[in-house]
């Protein structure tokens, strides 16, 4: 189970920190863990991922050097550490999970198994 917190409203430039926790299960240390979001009318896209053991980061393009996405192992969480927040990030953002995964950073949303409730980030411009 995965439990997502730490969304909100943020003014344009702003920062955000989101959080999901995972309980129970398998082992958190042999998941790879993502994040995506979904705008309204738009597609769920894929917006950030980290490794099993941390060591590899991906991002898309439109985040890379704002977003950083973390891990935290000895407590089943994984980060999304947002900065210079524009209004176009608006949207839902959903954490994941990819137990064992062929890939170091899972990009698409059918490589992972377990997904948390979304957490709404608004950004005002």
């Known amino acids: 189970q995965l439990q997502a917190s730490g969304g909100g409203l943020v003014q344009a430039g702003g920062s955000l920190r989101l959080s999901c926790a995972a309980s129970s299960g398998r082992t958190f240390s042999e998941y790879a863990m993502g994040w995506f979001r979904q705008a309204p009318g738009k597609e769920r896209e894929f917006v950030a991922a980290?490794?099993?053991?941390?060591?590899?980061?991906g991002y898309t393009g439109s985040v890379k050097g704002r977003f950083t996405i973390s891990r935290d192992n000895a407590q089943s969480t994984v980060y999304l550490q947002m900065n210079s927040l524009k209004s176009e990030d608006t949207a839902v953002y959903s954490c994941a999970a990819a137990w064992r995964s062929s890939s170091h950073i899972p990009s698409s949303k059918n490589e992972y198994n377990y997904w948390g409730q979304g957490s709404q980030v608004t950004v005002s411009s």
């Open positions: 980290i490794s099993w053991t941390g060591g590899y980061t």
